[in-house]
Nanobody, 124 residues
Framework: QVQLVESGGGLVRPGDSLRLSCVAS????????KGWFRQAPGKEREFVAS????????LYADSVKGRFTISRDDAKNAVNLEMNSLKPEDTAAYYC?????????????????WGRGTQVTVSS
């Protein structure tokens, strides 16, 4: 059974930093790109960041470029999202996902596996 479990969410103030982590288990053998998406209340799920299977290439949404960094720790089967200079508009449930691909992937409908999400709230 495949499981992706996110952690690290919480309530922070504008300008603060937060680090999300997602640990995967049970993935069938193969090369997986991994990504982070988010969904705010009343809005559609949107792409945040994705890393290639090798970790050598990443894609970012324009809204987070320069503030967020995605990385992977394959020894732990984990993908992390370092979030700096957080803004109130970053408030959302954050989901990690995995897709059998060597390349980073932006489209949510291409991902095969999803976590249940972790809430990030940025408020003063």
């Amino acid at each position: 059974q495949v499981q992706l479990v996110e952690s690290g969410g919480g309530l922070v103030r504008p300008g603060d930093s937060l680090r999300l982590s997602c640990v995967a288990s049970g993935l069938p053998r193969g090369s997986y790109a991994k990504g982070w998406f988010r969904q705010a209340p009343g809005k559609e799920r949107e792409f945040v960041a994705s890393t290639s299977w090798s970790g050598s290439y990443a894609l970012y949404a324009d809204s987070v470029k320069g503030r967020f960094t995605i990385s992977r720790d394959d020894a732990k089967n984990a993908v992390n999202l370092e979030m700096n200079s957080l803004k109130p508009e970053d408030t959302a449930a954050y989901y990690c996902a995995a897709v059998r691909s060597s390349l980073a992937v932006k489209r949510a409908d291409e991902y095969d596996y999803w976590g249940r999400g972790t809430q990030v709230t940025v408020s003063s």
